[in-house]
């Protein structure tokens, strides 16, 4: 998140402000849409959890990690949406923790879908050594990683804040965005390589790993073909996540392009780049997997029937205890 995903530039919104009506409706649709895709991103991790054979496997962990990434970029992102655009204004030291696990869920996903495209390889090319490579406990050191990897990223600018900001800084109130909090120069430059660097090096493993799953599997196997599609859509998904890291630049440019519609131009863009790519994640790897949509339907199945059957349980209570009477 290359700050708060809706506007670095609080002087940009200010000259064509929405109305009060406005902005109440903006976030009350970004935060209905965030609380839906939580709730169908809790289902999945619920499934996950009630049934073994999901969370014994290393590929189902990958993809709950990502789910819960996204469950918490969705979260911060709403959270930060209804601060901007209301033009709030928070603790430095609240905001920065907020800036902080917006940005690390942000670099974690692009990393996450790298890990997944590597799993299909082995499942593919060396199902021999599948669950060697990926033992269980690997898959948690791996999650580990890549949360040490964003850190390390990240990490850099959280230490020259402290260094170069007066301590008078930490106790006041700013609008939560990341440009707020980490002010120096050359960090903004930094950010820029580091970005273009990580995203470079993650979409050189998925042409690595497609063309060889391509090559190793050419006999037209079944599960071959998925998983080239699967990598296919790790590829797309990154597409949306370079999206994030480019929005900075297109946001300038949507301010000289049409600064009358501006907030509104953002705002479509937030919600495409930002909200909607959190529940395509959980259709395309979740629903979409054979295994984890059988025992998705069947959790949610049962637990719709034992809903109806408490309710029944308490109608037939009620009923008695109305006949006694």
């Not at 030291?93 to 495209?117: K, R, Y």
């Not at 273009?196 to 599997?217: D, G, K, P, S």
Request: net charge positive; charged share 15%.
């Amino acid at each position: 998140m290359n700050s708060s995903s809706y506007g670095n530039n609080a002087s940009f919104s200010l000259i064509y402000p929405d109305s009060f009506n406005t902005a109440v409706a903006k976030s009350v649709i970004v935060v209905a849409l965030g609380i839906i895709i939580n709730y169908v991103n809790g289902t999945l991790i619920h499934t996950f959890m009630k049934n073994q054979i999901l969370y014994v496997n290393p590929r189902y962990i990958l993809f709950i990690h990502l789910v819960v990434n996204d469950m918490i970029q969705v979260t911060l992102a709403t959270l930060l949406f209804v601060l901007g655009n209301n033009f709030y204004k928070i603790n430095v030291c609240f905001c920065c923790i907020i800036i902080l696990f917006a940005v690390l869920t942000t670099l974690n996903s692009p990393l996450n879908l790298a890990v997944m495209a590597i799993e299909c390889y082995i499942a593919i090319c060396l199902p021999l050594r599948y669950h060697e490579v990926l033992a269980i406990k690997k898959t948690y050191v791996l999650i580990g990683l890549i949360w040490a990897m964003s850190t390390v990223s990240i990490a850099p600018d959280v230490f020259v804040m402290l260094v170069t900001e007066p301590a008078e800084f930490f106790y006041s109130d700013v609008v939560c965005l990341r440009d707020q909090i980490f002010r120096t120069p050359v960090m903004k430059n930094k950010r820029n390589i580091s970005h273009i660097i990580y995203l470079v090096v993650v979409w050189l493993i998925l042409i690595v790993v497609y063309c060889r799953i391509f090559f190793t599997a050419k006999a037209a196997d079944g599960q071959a073909k998925k998983a080239r599609k699967t990598v296919l859509l790790h590829g797309f998904q990154l597409l949306l996540c370079m999206l994030t890291f480019v929005y900075s630049t297109f946001k300038k440019a949507a301010f000289y392009w049409s600064p009358k519609h501006y907030l509104h131009v953002l705002y479509v863009c937030f919600i495409i780049i930002q909200i909607l790519p959190r529940f395509i994640s959980s259709i395309v790897y979740g629903l979409r997997d054979q295994v984890f949509r059988k025992y998705y339907v069947k959790q949610n199945t049962c637990s719709v029937q034992c809903m109806h059957t408490t309710v029944d349980q308490v109608q037939d209570k009620d009923d008695l205890q109305s006949a006694v009477k």
